[in-house]
C-alpha cells in the first residue's frame, strides 16, 4: 500500500494541527499514525532506477533513495536498451545477442514475457499512447542483405503485429513524435533518414547523405535533428514536409554522435566523438555558434528540465564534463567509473546517473553541487542503459 502525495499531505495537515469547524477546538493524531504518514509521505516522491548489464544479463533494480540495489531480474542475453511505457508499470529490454525483448513488470520487479523478434535488436521506442513499441536492428534481414528490419509489437498482447523494411544493414536510433504518428529513423548504413506513417505503416525516405546515428526533436515538434557520423555534419529536418532543409557542418573530421535540444528549442548540443568537443548550434540560424572542449570520445549528451546545464560523458576519458549553457563553457569536469555510457538526469534536475560501461558501477553526480554524490556498486557487469520505474 502506498499513499499518493496529495493523501500524505492530506493526513499532515491534520497531524499538524487543524481546527474542527464545528467545534473550533484542536486535536492530535497518534505518534504511530504520524510516522506512518510520513514514511509513505517519503515513498511517493521515492523512484526506482532500472539498469540492464550486458554481460550479466539481467536488469539491476536501484532505490534512487538509498543508491543501493534491490534486486536483479534476469532478462535474455547481452541486454543493451531499456524502454518504459508511459505509466511506468511495463519495461522492455532489448536482447541483442539472443534475438528478444523481454517484458518486465515494474512493480512485481519480474520478468513477464519474452518476444522473439528480427536479429539484433537495438534501439526500442514506445508510443505516447503505451500501445506499440518499434523495435530497429543493427543488421539485415536474414537472407537479404539489402534490407533491414523494423519490427512493431502490441504491448498488449506482447506479438509482432507487422515488419516493416528500409535500406541497408543497420538502424541506430528511432524517434517517435510527440503525437506518436510517424517514427524518425536514423539509417546508419543508407544516406537517408527513414520516417515510418504510424497509422498506416507507409514509409517515407528522406535523402540526407553520408550514415545518421542519433536523433532528437524540438519541443514543439516541427524539425527532427540528426548527426551524421561520416560527413561531420547535423541534418534539420522539417516534419511537416519531411525534408532536408539544412546541413550543419560541426568541423572537420569530428564525427558527430549524441544530439539533444534545450527545452525551449533555442540550441541543439551535438558530441564530436573522434574530435572531443561539443559543438553547439543556433535553431533560428541553423549554424554552429560555439565548440566546447569536453573529453575524449565524447558521445552522449543530456540538458538538464531548466535548461541551465548540459552533462556529457567522455568515454575515454573516464569523466562526465557539465556545461554552463548560458556561457557554452565547462564548468566542472567530474570523474565516474570505467567507460561512461548512458547518462539519466532525474525528473527534479537533482541528480545525474551515469552508467559505467565497463565496470561494475553506476556513478552518482550531485547537479547543484556538481560533485560525485556516491558510487552505485553490484550494479551488473557492464551496466548500459538506464531509465526510471516507478
Avoid at 31 to 51: D, E, G
Wanted: overall charge negative.
Amino acid at each position: 500500500m502506498r499513499l499518493s502525495g496529495s493523501v500524505a499531505k492530506i493526513v499532515l495537515d491534520h497531524v499538524i494541527r487543524r481546527p474542527n469547524a464545528l467545534t473550533m477546538k484542536t486535536y492530535r493524531l497518534p505518534l504511530q499514525l504520524i510516522i506512518f504518514a510520513f514514511a509513505f509521505a517519503s515513498s511517493a516522491l521515492a523512484q526506482s532506477l532500472f539498469c540492464p548489464s550486458r554481460l550479466s544479463n539481467d536488469v539491476a533494480v536501484i532505490d534512487t533513495s538509498t543508491n543501493q540495489v534491490i534486486t536483479h531480474i534476469p532478462v535474455g542475453t547481452f541486454p543493451i536498451r531499456i524502454e518504459m511505457t508511459p505509466n511506468r508499470l511495463k519495461a522492455f529490454i532489448s536482447n541483442e545477442h539472443s534475438n528478444s525483448i523481454s517484458v518486465l513488470d515494474t512493480v512485481a520487479r519480474t520478468n513477464i514475457a519474452t518476444i522473439p523478434v528480427d536479429p539484433r535488436p537495438g534501439e526500442i521506442a514506445v508510443t505516447p499512447d503505451g500501445g506499440r513499441l518499434f523495435v530497429v536492428h543493427q543488421t539485415n534481414v536474414p537472407g537479404d542483405q539489402r534490407h533491414c528490419p523494423v519490427d512493431v509489437i502490441d504491448t498488449a498482447t506482447n506479438l509482432v503485429i507487422t515488419t516493416l523494411l528500409i535500406s541497408g544493414d543497420s538502424a541506430k536510433d528511432i524517434l517517435i513524435t510527440p503525437d506518436g504518428r510517424f517514427a524518425y529513423i536514423a539509417n546508419a548504413s543508407f544516406p537517408e533518414v527513414d520516417v515510418i506513417d504510424t497509422t498506416t505503416y507507409q514509409l517515407t525516405i528522406i535523402p540526407t547523405g553520408g550514415r545518421s546515428r542519433r536523433l532528437c526533436i524540438s519541443p514543439a515538434g516541427d524539425r527532427v535533428y540528426t548527426t551524421n557520423y561520416h560527413d561531420n555534419v547535423v541534418f534539420a529536418i522539417d516534419t511537416a514536409t519531411q525534408q532536408l532543409i539544412a546541413t550543419i557542418p560541426v568541423g572537420l573530421n569530428a564525427h558527430p554522435m549524441g544530439i539533444a535540444i534545450t527545452p525551449n528549442g533555442e540550441e541543439v548540443y551535438v558530441t564530436n566523438q573522434h574530435a572531443g568537443t561539443v559543438s553547439v548550434i543556433d535553431t533560428t540560424t541553423l549554424t554552429v555558434i560555439a565548440t566546447i572542449p569536453t573529453g575524449a570520445h565524447c558521445q552522449r549528451v543530456v540538458i538538464t528540465r531548466d535548461g541551465t546545464k548540459a552533462f556529457v560523458q567522455n568515454g575515454w576519458s573516464d569523466t562526465v564534463s557539465a556545461i554552463d549553457t548560458a556561457t557554452h563553457t565547462v564548468s566542472a569536469t567530474l570523474p565516474t567509473g570505467t567507460h561512461p555510457w548512458t547518462i539519466l538526469a532525474s525528473p527534479d534536475d537533482m541528480t545525474l546517473y551515469v552508467c559505467n560501461g565497463t565496470d561494475t558501477t553506476i556513478t552518482v553526480i550531485d547537479i547543484p553541487s556538481l560533485t560525485v554524490s556516491d558510487t552505485i556498486a553490484g550494479v551488473g557487469s557492464h551496466p548500459f542503459d538506464l531509465d526510471f520505474g516507478p
